[in-house]
């Protein structure tokens, strides 16, 4: 059976949810962070080392501002109820993408991850502002200002995943099959799960599902 030690997840199909259900793409999101939740437990169960959630791509600024600003009042939210029991249990977040929202929330942010930066037992990294090529064109520009060669181990070094394993899988929500900039370098074995259920309707059966098939795949890294 294949150790499973990192899960990473595009958590798409927010708005569909909450204009079908709920009349409102907000609602959608706000019912996608319960989603989070369970699957935070989940992970914990299942004594994964490291969840990576894709909440905001460098893309998403495109949004409507009344949108954007609903997210972030979310997770703001989130942080200042949660982040002490985060804390408690053990739990390690860590942001990958460059910080630039408000002084409120990155404040935030860098409170959430200094207190909880010696926890072990679960590592969260929430992809916010992120985008895979910029972290790839930001990597190459200090390798080359180094002395170091360019090759995989060197480049690894200043990606923002350092020291962090690639995920075993990724999971993408929402019907949709690609992959939306997100962890390009780091997913080039990782095996990929694309579920035609939205993000608020994605259950914790869905989850045991996809890590037992996991378990079970063949796993070759290019030999045979
Ligand atoms: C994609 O769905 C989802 C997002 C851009 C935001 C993800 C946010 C959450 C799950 C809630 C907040 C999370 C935290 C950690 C506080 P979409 O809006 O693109 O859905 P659509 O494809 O149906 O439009």
């Known amino acids: 059976m294949n150790p499973l030690k990192h899960v990473a997840i595009i958590m798409d199909g927010n708005g569909r949810w909450g204009l079908k259900y709920k009349n409102s793409r907000n609602a959608g999101h706000k019912a996608g962070l319960d989603t989070v939740e369970m699957i935070i437990k989940e992970t914990i169960k299942n004594k994964i080392d490291y969840l990576t959630l894709f909440a905001f791509s460098t893309e998403n600024w495109k949004r409507p ?125 990782t095996e990929i799960f694309f579920e035609k259920k939205l993000w608020p309707a994605f259950t914790e059966k869905d989850f045991k599902r996809i890590i037992k098939e996991y378990k079970n795949t063949k796993r070759n890294f290019g030999k045979i």
Request: charged fraction near 30%.
């Open 65 to 189: 501002k009344k949108e954007i600003y609903y997210l972030f009042n979310l997770l703001e939210n989130f942080l200042i109820n949660k982040i002490e029991e985060l804390d408690r249990n053990n739990i390690k977040l860590k942001i990958l993408g460059s910080k630039k929202f408000s002084s409120k929330l990155n404040e935030l942010l860098d409170y959430s991850e200094k207190k909880t930066s010696k926890n072990s037992k679960l590592q969260i990294n929430l992809a916010l502002n992120y985008g895979s090529k910029l972290e790839l064109i930001n990597a190459f520009k200090k390798i080359s200002k180094s002395k170091n060669k360019i090759n995989e181990k060197n480049l690894q070094k200043y990606l923002q995943t350092k020291n962090i394993p690639d995920p075993d899988i990724l999971i993408r929500t929402g019907n949709t099959k690609r992959l939306s900039n997100f962890l390009l370098w780091q997913l080039a074995y």
